[in-house]
């Protein structure tokens, strides 16, 4: 009866054992990722691994939605940085920005015109890919694959993002209650705008090359979002500059 009475307490014993082990062992993991630069860079190829397929497996069930939201996330951050330099150019007194708070309107707003264009983009980048296609190199294709990715990118850069700079215009002042005001914003921040837009898109135009030529259709709207990352925060602090 009495080694009867401690089997369970043996049992207990080597859970509560094996249990520490699990811990011990983890916080030797952790302690490795923190300490060791192989450990970090191995956590954020599992994590990046992990995002990629997830967003993968998204944009090909759910291309439009997709983008809208990656659009809509990184027009918000965009505009957060916009923001965060308008308010140390207000310490340093060169600009008009009455307080230093961020205006939560203005970044839902500039999110809410992502959610426009990310979805716009997609299709339209289905349209030109039918006239001129990139393709691969295992299929047939009329033009060579860089002429099209360079045609491509000189679309993108000239003459869908002034369409893009006037949409953020209209529906940033639509929506932060600039109604009477929008065609004032056109006059004053439009060429502005779109020459900053150029000038954007000219420094990122190699980047945007190599993107269309090797990635593939669905994917591209995530990488022209990625290089928006920077272009969304000039074009926010340029059309927002005049605003009061």
Known sequence: QGNQSNLPLKKYNQKEDDSH?????????????LKSKDG????????????????????FTYPFITNGVTSSLVGATG???????????ERNGSTTKEDESYDVRRIIAVGIEGCI?????????????????????DQR?????????AFHGFMDSVFLDAIWVGAL????????????????????????????????????????????????????????????????GVISYVAHYNRT
């Open 21 to 33: 082990r699990w811990y011990r062992l983890l916080i030797v993991l952790i302690g490795w990722i």
């Open 79 to 89: 505009d957060i940085l916009a923001q965060t330099v308008e308010m140390k150019e």
């Open 169 to 232: 215009i209209v529906v940033t002042g639509i929506l932060e209650g600039r109604y009477r005001q929008i065609r004032k914003d056109f006059e004053l921040d439009y060429i502005a705008s779109v020459k900053a837009s150029w000038k954007c898109s000219l420094f990122f135009s190699p980047l945007q090359l190599i993107s269309f030529r090797y990635f593939p259709l669905r994917l591209r709207v995530l990488a022209t979002n990625i290089q928006d990352l920077v272009w969304s």
């Open 117 to 137: 264009s990310g979805p716009s983009l997609c299709a339209i980048y289905n349209i030109i890919e039918g006239f001129v296609p990139i393709g691969s190199s």
């Open 141 to 149: 294709n009329d033009f060579n694959p860089w002429v099209a990715a």
């Open 40 to 59: 970090f860079l191995w956590l954020i190829s599992l994590v990046s691994l992990k995002v990629s397929k997830v967003y993968e497996s998204m944009v």
